[in-house]
């Protein structure tokens, strides 16, 4: 009985000292981040300006979102734009970092995910990667809405989650109850989202150039992997579920890739360290005159 006391005991202490750990961590990075905030032109013209306009947020054209990802940002609306940028930098490294360490990474897989090219980009441009990654951190029935947030980082990943396989119809049922209030509260609003979509291809003329997607060569790779899950369940069908999305996605951001990188990393670390260092050559060589006229300032 002693020894059951002091095993709360100390379980308690550690959760006290993690919880401690956790939120100095996080106050730190949204100084720093206050500090040298990043460009985040994602931020402050798009989620910034949403988090505004909880009720018509595609008034705002560069949201292609689904409209309840408007109430995660909402909050933001009661602080300033560079205090907002701030927390949702830090938001953005706590949350994947949380993610990778729930799927059982190390240091290593910490480093690799948190100074990746993906990871980079999502936080020089602002973005909100930590909304469906908070998703995958559920890995529920609650998870899926925040998946379909951005769909295009690994919806299919839910066909692996246990959540699914063991409550089919359950697993759907908050989902299809949030998409039905959507639509009495923000109306018929895949018209204005598919709207801004076309709205925002037709204004960047250099959208092509951040496509990473191989669509539609990579089709038959992604139904590939989408019947190696069905059909055998492997460990790995999450990994394989988020790669068959990338697969079958017209089109995807690097950033899109933070999630799948964050998964990977946490449990294959040589194909981790191969596709960190193939990106990162990637980025320079497509960008060598800007990282050549870098060099020669450093110089």
């Not at 020894?3 to 100084?31: E, N, P, W």
């Not at 690799?112 to 559920?138: D, H, K, Q, V």
């Not at 449990?267 to 006229?293: C, D, E, G, K």
Request: some cysteine; hydrophobic content about 55%; overall charge positive.
């Amino acid at each position: 009985m002693l020894d059951i006391v002091k095993i709360r005991s100390f379980s308690k202490k550690l959760f006290s000292q993690k919880a401690v750990f956790g939120i100095t961590s996080f106050i730190l990075l949204t100084v720093l981040f206050l500090i040298f905030p990043p460009q985040a032109v994602d931020w402050h013209l798009g989620f910034y300006k949403v988090s505004q306009n909880l009720f018509h947020p595609y008034d705002i054209e560069l949201f292609i979102n689904p409209p309840w990802m408007a109430l995660f940002i909402y909050p933001f609306r009661y602080l300033s734009e560079n205090i907002g940028l701030a927390i949702n930098s830090s938001l953005n490294f706590f949350i994947i970092g949380l993610l990778v360490i729930k799927r059982k990474g190390n240091i290593l897989s910490l480093t690799l995910a948190l100074t990746s090219y993906p990871f980079i980009s999502m936080l020089a441009n602002g973005n909100i990667e930590w909304i469906p990654a908070l998703g995958f951190i559920l890995q529920d029935k609650w998870g899926l809405p925040l998946l379909l947030v951005k769909p295009q980082t690994g919806i299919l990943a839910i066909m692996s989650w246990d959540s699914l396989r063991n409550n089919h119809i359950s697993f759907f049922v908050p989902t299809i109850l949030i998409i039905s209030m959507s639509f009495i509260v923000w109306g018929n609003w895949p018209v204005r989202m598919l709207a801004n979509i076309q709205h925002l291809q037709g204004v960047e003329q250099g959208l092509a150039s951040w496509n990473y997607s191989l669509f539609p060569w990579s089709i038959p790779l992604g139904l590939g992997l989408l019947f190696y899950i069905i059909k055998f369940k492997s460990i790995n069908s999450e990994i394989y579920g988020v790669l068959a999305t990338l697969c079958l996605a017209p089109y995807f951001a690097p950033y899109s890739l933070t999630i799948s990188f964050a998964l990977i990393s946490a449990t294959h670390h040589r194909i981790a360290i191969a596709a960190w260092i193939l990106l990162w050559v990637v980025l320079i060589f497509t960008n060598w005159p800007f990282v050549s006229q870098a060099l020669g300032i450093l110089r």
